[in-house]
């Protein structure tokens, strides 16, 4: 970092200071609008701090006006991990000092107050839970890609919610500390682009920068004020989950996974302690851990787990990131685990009730025309004397003779007619219901990789290895009868061989022996160690970029004629520099 940096780094945040250390009484739209000569804005209403630990922790730098608004932070929401974020920043850059408990109490009292309505949330789920990147489809416009999703994914700023102050002060705090998103990211032509910006030809109508554009869809699609919020925040009570919950799990590369999970309350209203303990249906293996949790904003489930395991699969600690349903009947998310939390538990908790519960079957889906014996799992199935005419899966699905039944297993063969309808159905036991437990197809038509592009990172000597869990997904064309439209039908995972391919970048390329080794079995792809590899060419790295295929015989079809599908993997060095909060979870 070059003296010239640092000047520049103060003085941003100098500026920033004094936007934040305005004099009570007056909101930041008002001071920052004089400031900067533009229009002034009728300012937003904040939302007033009324915690004291928060008060005196913050106050001293974001002033408190006299509705008990302080600078800053009552102009925004954000999930518990931001929140984290921010204060780390405060403590690492901004000079803050903070006991641990204070940081806990605060950022569970801003998650509270100026949090995000599960309906907001839910678009990042995926990052708050660690799934691999996702090629983000909701993203508006390529200058906002390019401005705000060139440095961390679009789910970033996504997650939080500000007036429009905010968000331009926002993208100065970018511009403090890291001013050379201006030249890639925010501004066309860099900073020298003129006020229209950029190259544009003359006459042509004036380009607006990215920054400019980013601010304005901010300002109006994630604004400080939403009715989400607002109903929310009206309704929000206490969570009441400690009791018994039946934990219904998918783990890419295991298959299904059954277990029960015990609640109970902790120190504080919303704090849990867990007693878990599960099985993977397709080996067995029984695994057994206790944990701890924190719920933020009266849904956020931010939780941990700890088991004497030391292996990938029972790895010692693992973390949750899940959502509690309004009704708190069901708690969904991820528990994961690995050097970048690769491998996971796709896991939904179901309160255990007093009726019949149905969680869902072995198998994900019935070929039409064929019978099967199927597994249903699930609580107090048979409590009177099961009858095939007792379980229901939809038209075309005969339960021809339950093969055995006992309160949380039953047994079944099933027939499905040849013309049955493609597409997935509702399993019924006893009048309990699962949702779309199950798939019919007639045909499987393709599959797919999952994900269709990875990253695996090098590592084991001083860093960690990042593995990738690939999956091969069929699918069948669904009603239109053509593949790759939006109605295709994802038929569950299946069981593929696996082999790595070279994709071809330069001549002579070698990437596919030196990047690592796939399972042929299982899909699970283990990268080489990090460092100069000597019997390389040049002594590079074991880094590289490769096809992984997946082959696949779908029951009935022609041998000879196997389906295939691929991913882009991609095996670079580690990652030196991470930004996760995982102390939301304790
Ligand atoms: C020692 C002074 C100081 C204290 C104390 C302080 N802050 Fe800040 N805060 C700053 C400065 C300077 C900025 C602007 C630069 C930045 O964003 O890092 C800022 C900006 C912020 C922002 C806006 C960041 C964004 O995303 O735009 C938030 C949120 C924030 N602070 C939260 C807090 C919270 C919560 C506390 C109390 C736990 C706190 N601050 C305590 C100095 C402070
Ligand atoms: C040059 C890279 C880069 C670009 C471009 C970029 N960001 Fe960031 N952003 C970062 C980094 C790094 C952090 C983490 C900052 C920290 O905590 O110290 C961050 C943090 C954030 C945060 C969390 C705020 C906080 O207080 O911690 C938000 C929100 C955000 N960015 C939104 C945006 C938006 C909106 C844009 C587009 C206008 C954008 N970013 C463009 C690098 C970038």
Known sequence: MGPAFLRFLLAAVLVLVSASAQTPGSGPGENNAARSGRPTEPATPGIPVR???????????????????????SWIRTTPEGWQEAIKRMVRLNGLTLKPEDARHIVQYLSTENGLAPEEAAPVAWFLQKRTLQAETEIPSEELKRACASCHPYAQP????????????????????????????????????????????????????????????????????????????????????????ILWGDQPGKGRVLGEVTIAEGASANEFTTKISYTEMQTGRKFQRTGKANLYTG??????????????????????????SRDQSTIEGRWFWGGYEELGINAKLVRANEGPQVLGLDT???????SKQVKIYGERLS???????????????TVTKIVSATPSL?????????????????????????????????????????????????????????????????????????KDTPDDIALGPVQAKWTVEEFLARFDDDDKDHVGSINVETGFFTPSSEGP?????????????????????????????????RSYLIVTVPLYMRWDQPEVAN
């Open 299 to 324: 849904y956020a489930w931010r939780g941990r787990s700890d088991s004497n395991g030391t292996s990938l699969e029972d790895p010692k600690a693992m973390r949750e990131v899940m959502s509690v």
């Open 533 to 565: 590899n000597p019997k390389r060419k040049w002594g590079t790295d074991n880094f590289g970029d490769v096809w992984v295929v997946a082959t696949f015989n779908p029951p009935g079809g022609d041998p000879a004629k196997p389906l295939t599908a």
């Open 364 to 370: 994900y889906s019935l070929a039409s025309g064929a």
């Open 158 to 245: 996504n997650s939080w919610r500000r007036s429009g102050e905010e968000w331009k002060l926002l993208t100065d705090m970018h511009v403090g500390y890291f001013p050379v998103a201006e030249f890639t990211a925010f501004r066309n032509g860099g900073r020298g682009g003129g006020g229209g910006g950029g190259a544009a030809a003359p006459g042509a109508p004036p380009q607006r920068h990215p920054v400019d554009l980013a601010v304005e869809h901010f300002t109006k699609n994630a604004p400080l004020h939403t009715p989400e919020w607002a109903k929310w925040k009206a309704s929000m009570r206490p969570a009441r989950l400690a009791g018994r919950w």
């Open 410 to 482: 039953v047994t079944a063969e099933v027939a499905v007619a040849k013309d049955a309808i493609s597409g997935p159905r509702d399993v019924e036991v006893n009048r309990a219901v699962a949702t779309s437990a199950v798939y019919i197809y007639d045909k499987v038509d393709y599959i797919k990789v999952s994900a269709d592009s990875a990253i695996a990172r090098l590592g084991g000597n001083t860093h960690p290895k990042g593995y990738v869990q690939f999956e091969a997904i069929a699918y069948h064309r669904g009603l239109d009868g053509k």
């Open 383 to 397: 409590v009177a004397g099961l009858k095939p005419t007792d379980i229901s899966m939809g038209n075309g699905v």
């Open 51 to 73: 915690d004291d630990v928060t008060k005196k922790a913050c106050g001293s730098c974001h002033q408190a006006d006299k509705e008990g608004n302080l600078t800053r932070i």
